[in-house]
């Protein structure tokens, strides 16, 4: 049996990890995943990050309701970054945009807004 690639989680034991809308191709964010988010995430089929700045493990959309459902997991060539293809539910970005990358480096706003994130973060 494959036991598959061994992620390179480098000396903070941590990698980045894109999330891509599985269907359309878009960028919806960037996180970072431990070792323990990335089982996490083969375990349950839903995404799972950890945050560096709450210094824990983080299920997405756990508190929103806007969750990522995993339909594959990609490595790069350096097998120190990952790839999750997921099927977004609701906005990935707690901004209330579809996707974390709604502006532009002029200050453009170009992202679709999707949810009302006072209404979901009280």
């Not at 191709?25 to 375990?43: H, I, K």
């Not at 983080?58 to 995993?70: A, D, L, N, Y």
């Not at 990952?82 to 532009?104: K, P």
Request: charged share 30%; aromatic share 8%.
């Amino acid at each position: 049996m494959d036991d598959g690639i061994e992620v390179d989680f480098g000396d903070d034991g941590l990698v980045p990890a894109v999330a891509q809308d599985a269907e359309s191709g878009d960028v919806l964010m960037l996180a970072y995943v431990s070792p323990e988010a990335l089982e996490r995430t083969r375990e349950t089929g839903r995404a799972h990050y950890y945050s560096r700045s709450r210094d824990e493990l983080w299920e997405k959309g756990k508190t929103s309701g806007h969750t990522q459902q995993v339909a594959e997991v990609r490595v790069d060539c350096d097998a120190d970054t990952l790839l999750y293809l997921v099927e977004q539910e609701g906005g990935a970005c707690h901004t209330g945009r579809r996707s974390c990358f709604y502006r532009t480096i002029d200050g453009e706003n170009v992202g679709e807004k999707v949810f009302d994130p006072d209404a979901v973060y009280e």
